[in-house]
């Protein structure tokens, strides 16, 4: 059985790369349906009560968007791998297409940073908050199209035939690195063949940048298929969902600011705020003090578009207020709600060996404070992280299916058995992970209850957006 899945597997990636013409042909019929989707529905009047996703391309626009495409792309990372990035994004195949014919010059050492998918995930999930990017079409064309056209200028700008966009300045591009590494594929490379090529190989481009001879998991490839087989050495491969995490990933202080104050954190709040009675509270409270104070431009609802949601037409407009407490909603939950998933793998790696041996001593004799094993460790919660920023993109999808008349009671039992079951799994990982580093059964217990402490208020977050809210 094993030895036939290796078959298909391998089969089914030397089809991708003898086919590229064809993945190319379909992947600029996607782009077409892309734009069609992001420009038209801006030049269209704002849809009225009684529109439709049948009736409407701006109601439908809405739902492939944010009911479909999101939320189902996220869910396909760790199915997949980065298969959206390499086969369908029409994003990474603008910004190719736009290095193929570009100036090609060499990528400059600012876009190197390793703080760029933390803070890019962090900015677009902000402005899209309080521009209403779920609701309006322009708001869409601004940060969708925006991300487009910039993705095209990298392009163009920096490499040859390459993706230096989705390497490193994606907005996304964080979030799938984390999620891929859960896939049961990857494109497994044998060291032994690559130093004794079995035949003459040409040289291959790879898009995202990958360096191929020393690939070890999924993170970072986008399953393109071009370097299957290569000089006898790669080849797509089946593998535990867990083997990456638990072998391989290190993790670094950014992807583990990005799995807790991120995922865990500041998107969630992103996600309660609308429906939550203490943002309402909190506005109240402020609005009244500057009345009080006799300060009224912060309650004028002024601004253009394209800083804060303004539709005076349907009467939604955000006031300088509703962005002050949208922000300070959406920061208070990245502390309140990722602060302590930090402090229960900061706690738990404190409670551990160093990993590596027994300790790190310094030359005195102290132990010296490490963060590695706190980053390896923040690697098992990349499964809860990515089941929230589902549930909470999926949250746009039953919205929209109720509009249209579709019973969603199924939706709660549905949404607390995926967020128990990613939960469960994240602490097993954990559990493992610990392992590597304690025998002693207690000691990985408390380490492991740390970390299930520190998840608490993500739960309840949870609770109160599905049951309470």
């Known amino acids: 059985m094993a030895l036939a899945l290796r078959t298909a597997t391998g089969r089914f990636a030397d089809f991708l790369r003898d086919h590229a013409a064809y993945l190319r042909a379909m992947q600029w019929i996607i782009v077409v349906f892309y734009l069609v989707l992001l420009v038209v529905p801006a030049m269209l009047p704002l849809p009225d009560r009684t529109a439709s996703v049948f009736n409407n391309l701006t109601v439908f626009a809405q739902f492939a968007f944010w009911g479909i495409w999101w939320p ?207 943002f309402v509270y909190l506005k109240q409270a402020e609005a009244a003090w500057l009345v009080n104070h006799d300060i009224y431009w912060p309650l004028a609802q002024n601004a253009p578009w394209y800083l804060l949601t303004h539709y005076p037409e349907v009467n939604d407009s955000f006031s300088w207020l509703d962005a002050n407490v949208i922000l300070t909603f959406i920061f208070g939950s990245a502390v309140c709600v990722g602060g302590p998933v930090y402090l229960g793998l900061w706690a738990a790696d404190r409670s551990l060996p160093a990993p590596g041996g027994p300790g790190v001593r310094h030359p005195c004799g102290a132990r010296v404070a490490t963060r590695s094993g706190l980053h390896k460790l923040a690697q098992g919660l990349i499964p809860a992280a990515g089941v929230g920023v589902f549930l909470g993109l999926s949250a746009t999808t039953l919205t929209l299916l109720r509009h249209e008349g579709v019973w969603t009671g199924w939706a709660t039992s549905l949404r607390f058995t995926l967020l128990g079951l990613a939960l469960l799994w994240s602490l097993r990982l954990v559990w493992r992970l610990v392992g590597q580093r304690a025998q002693s059964p207690w000691r990985r217990a408390l380490a492991l209850s740390m970390v299930a402490a520190g998840l608490l208020p993500f739960c309840i977050a949870w609770v109160l957006f599905f049951v309470v809210w």
């Open 72 to 278: 189902f792309v996220l869910l396909s990372m760790p199915i997949l791998g980065r298969a959206w990035c390499g086969w369908f994004c029409p994003e990474g195949m603008l910004s190719e297409w736009a290095s193929e014919h570009g100036r090609g010059g060499a990528i400059p050492k600012w876009m190197r940073w390793g703080g760029w998918p933390f803070v890019a995930f962090s900015l677009t999930t902000i402005y899209g908050q309080l521009v209403s990017v779920y609701q309006y079409p322009w708001a869409v064309l601004a940060v969708l199209g925006g991300s487009t056209a910039a993705a095209m200028v990298v392009g163009w700008l920096y490499g040859r035939n390459k993706r230096v966009w989705c390497k490193y300045l994606c907005p996304v591009n964080g979030v799938f690195n984390l999620l891929a590494k859960l896939a049961p594929w990857h494109y497994k490379v044998d060291e032994e063949a690559w130093r004794h090529p079995q035949r003459r190989t040409e040289a291959i481009n790879c898009a995202p940048l990958v360096p191929l001879r020393h690939m070890q998991g999924a993170s970072d490839c986008h399953m393109c298929g071009r370097c299957s087989d290569y000089r006898g050495a790669i080849h797509l491969t089946p593998r535990s969902p867990e083997a990456e995490i638990v072998h391989v990933a290190s993790g670094d202080g950014w992807q583990t600011a990005l799995i807790t104050f991120g995922l865990m954190g500041l998107a969630v709040g992103a996600f309660l705020w609308s429906s939550s009675p203490w």
